[in-house]
């Protein structure tokens, strides 16, 4: 059985694209994709539906994968972003990920695209548990185990906001 991966494709070439699906598709994955090539097709994408992975080139005529890196930040969605492009040098790689591109990778050597998407969504799935954990050990240190209520914390950690408050005011 595959697994099923949602990927969206900020790629100019629907050659490349499809060189792109055809390798995750050998990697026992069924994708689910959408390829953008523009900033306002980018922008949309993200704000219409949830992506396991985003795979970008970095030189486009539309615009460039810097300008995709940013937008994806501002909209800060917690999934992986993988350069997979021919136009960047070991140097640039780097760069991109010290700005939170979480890796990246030439197309001539596509190979590596399945282990880096396996690490990837594993790291990403690992964030999601520990922030899901995080809340939940917010949730019972604020609240009563049995009740579920409010507990004593919480209300001494609420009237010391509403005294600042009224002391600001």
């Known amino acids: 059985m595959s697994k099923l991966i949602r990927a969206l494709l900020i790629e100019d070439s629907d050659e490349d694209a499809q060189l792109i699906v055809r390798e995750i598709r050998q990697g026992g994955y069924t994708?689910?994709?959408?390829?953008?090539?523009?900033?306002?097709?980018?922008?949309?994408?993200?704000?219409?539906?949830?992506?396991?992975?985003?795979?970008?080139?970095?030189?486009?005529?539309?615009?460039?994968?810097?300008?995709?890196l940013r937008l994806f930040k501002r909209v800060a969605l917690d999934c992986p972003f993988v350069f997979v492009s021919r136009a960047m040098s070991e140097e640039t790689?780097?760069?991109?990920?010290?700005?939170?591109?979480?890796?990246?990778?030439?197309?001539?050597?596509?190979?590596?695209?399945?282990?880096?998407?396996?690490?990837?969504?594993?790291?990403?799935?690992?964030?999601?548990?520990?922030?899901?954990?995080?809340?939940?050990?917010?949730?019972?240190?604020?609240?009563?185990?049995?009740t579920d209520l409010p507990n004593y914390s919480l209300f001494s950690e609420r009237v010391a906001e509403a005294i600042l408050s009224a002391q600001r005011e």
């Open 31 to 68: 994708i689910e994709y959408q390829r953008v090539e523009t900033i306002a097709a980018l922008s949309n994408a993200l704000s219409q539906k949830t992506w396991d992975i985003i795979l970008a080139e970095y030189k486009m005529p539309q615009f460039n994968g810097t300008d995709a």
């Open 93 to 146: 790689g780097v760069a991109t990920m010290e700005k939170g591109a979480h890796d990246y990778l030439m197309k001539g050597n596509i190979r590596r695209l399945l282990p880096v998407i396996d690490r990837e969504l594993q790291q990403a799935e690992i964030r999601r548990l520990e922030k899901g954990a995080h809340e939940r050990l917010q949730h019972l240190a604020s609240h009563d185990l049995t």
